[in-house]
């Protein structure tokens, strides 16, 4: 029936092991947890081994690193059911009833992928965290992921995630990019889970800069439709105004004024998108 997906990196993933198995436990489903740790050598893996003693749940670890698209990939190909649910270590369900929610609309209609959202705690975090917290709030909650994302197999099997991308960022968009090139349509359903693990601002910003080199990447080598990005719909409206390479001027002008506000605890998501859309023109300059 259906095959739990969850990519690991350096992360105590055994309490969400332990909730999904026990909501899949009590509706009496057929169900297996994979979990993969790519290469972390966290001692986190420690306590991530207990899984194995879990019944229907497995653990295990890469000798490489294979980045997360490839990860889940592997664990695709391991899984020994026709539905899979892909959630990120670091996630945990927001109601009891998650599991029962899936298996009832994907019995109850003929959509084959399902997107449940994330949602991010009420309670403000330390200021060192607060631009992760606020952006996922006001941003992510909205963006369609597959970090929480049931999928029937054949379809992933048919559609798996483009293991050239091996670095952070923007492999969601690619991921999703294919399938609606290929007419298929993701579902939206209430049925999040919270998103725990909380990076540092500073983390979280060097995060984004390595994402927008990956998306550079993506573009330049047309792995994903151009309208599923802001970024690229953007740079393209500068680029046809020939303002790309007066954007990148500004971007480096600006950038530690902008970085001093994202890192406060009043950031601007404004000044964040052009803060993005400026370090993208930077790098399209530098190619």
Partial sequence: MLSILIPVFNYDVLPLVKEVAKQCNAIGIHFEVLCQDD?????????????????????????????????????????????????????????NNFIKKYIDVISDSGNNILFGGIIYENNEPPKEQFLRWFYGNKRETLSLLTSNL???????????????????????LCFFSVLKANHFKILRIVNPT??????????????????????????????ILKKESKIITSFESLRRLKLTQFSAFLFVK???????????????????DLYKLGYFCSLKKTN
């Fill in 39 to 95: 290469d972390s050598n966290s001692h986190e893996n420690t306590l991530n081994a207990e899984i194995n003693l879990l019944p229907n749940c497995s653990f295990f670890k890469n000798e490489t690193n294979l980045g997360r698209g490839k990860n889940i990939n592997s664990l695709a190909q391991k899984s020994i059911y026709n539905w899979l649910l892909i959630l990120d270590c670091d996630t945990f369900p927001a109601q």
């Fill in 194 to 223: 919270f998103h725990l693990n909380l990076e540092t601002s500073k983390v979280f910003l060097n995060k984004t800069k390595i994402a927008l080199e990956n998306l550079v990447f993506l573009y330049d080598s047309d792995k």
């Fill in 254 to 272: 600006n950038q530690i004024r902008i970085e001093r506000n994202l890192l406060s605890q009043k950031p601007s998501l404004f000044l964040f």
């Fill in 150 to 172: 049931v999928i029937k197999k054949d379809i992933f099997v048919r559609f798996p995630f483009d293991e050239s991308i091996t670095r952070y960022g923007y492999e969601d």
